[in-house]
């Protein structure tokens, strides 16, 4: 049975950062394409970054080009999200995926990110 648990997510200040993680389970992580994926309050959910199986091409949202940054272990069965120069704009819930984009494949629960001051 696949398992996503995301962790990682937490309040920071503007500027700040943080990295989330996404433990995979029950199925071949390696041989799937991953993503990130977030959802604000009334907002419909955005794909964030994306990472191919082998983890040499990622592809990211204009949003957060230059300041996201995704990464997997393969070894490890975990994928990564390292965010820096947080905005308030970045508050969402934060979900790990299957596939690259926001259709379908398997949904981890989410972790909260909240940017303030």
């Known amino acids: 049975q696949v398992q996503l648990v995301e962790s990682g997510g937490g309040l920071v200040q503007p500027g700040g950062s943080l990295r989330l993680s996404c433990a995979a389970s029950g199925f071949t992580f390696s041989t799937f394409a991953m993503s990130w994926v977030r959802q604000a309050p009334g907002k419909e959910r955005e794909f964030v970054a994306g990472i191919l199986s082998h983890g040499g091409t990622s592809t990211y949202a204009d949003s957060v080009k230059g300041r996201f940054t995704i990464s997997r272990d393969n070894a490890e069965n975990t994928l990564y999200l390292q965010m820096n120069s947080l905005t308030p704009e970045d508050t969402a819930v934060y979900y790990c995926?299957?596939?690259?984009?926001?259709?379908?494949?398997?949904w981890g629960q989410g972790t909260q990110v909240t940017v303030s001051s």
């Open positions: 995926k299957t596939f690259i984009g926001t259709a379908g494949g398997s």
